[in-house]
């Protein structure tokens, strides 16, 4: 970039190099944040297991919740989804932050009756869990659902 050139997204924001994989950088990346993308939502189909040290740990069965296309010319489709709990993946992930970062949900999931946790990331981007108000909620693929913050030093 030379000094002539405007400052993009990325050269306002700390986070922007490590994060890959977004789907269109003006729009996801601010001043605060960068806001991350649903690639997929799964729904728990058998329970997984904790316990105190690990040994019976087991990962629970995700079911992918497929798409409806509303038009048959549209490329992407709408995720359909009653009340419940679900799991939903990023289409982003991490490159090596240096920082702490938070994952939380962006204002227009939560003001839908949607939520997802706020959980502090370091290496990668966890699947999250998805709650659901029970009138439902319908998601397009590649939507907005979370903003990933910087939150400081690593520990």
């Known amino acids: 970039m030379s000094a002539d050139d405007p400052p993009t997204n990325a050269d306002r924001n700390p986070i922007a190099d490590v994060v890959d994989n977004l789907i269109y950088e003006p729009t996801q990346v601010h001043e605060h944040g960068i806001d991350l993308t649903a690639s997929a939502i ?19 069965d995700l079911a992918p919740v497929d798409t409806e296309l509303r038009n048959p010319d549209d ?18 992930f991490l490159t090596d932050p240096e920082m702490a970062l938070l994952l939380q949900p962006r204002n227009e999931l939560l003001a839908r009756g949607g939520s997802h946790p706020s959980v502090q990331v370091g290496s990668h981007l966890p699947l999250v869990p998805l709650t659901v108000p029970d009138g439902g909620l319908e998601i397009k693929e590649n939507a907005r659902v979370s903003t990933l913050v910087p939150l400081g030093e690593k520990a």
């Open 42 to 60: 799964y729904e728990v189909t058998a329970p997984g297991r904790l316990d105190f040290g690990g040994d019976e740990l087991a990962d629970a």
């Open 75 to 92: 490329e992407f489709g709408w995720w359909s989804l009653e009340g419940g709990q679900y799991v939903i993946q990023h289409n982003e």
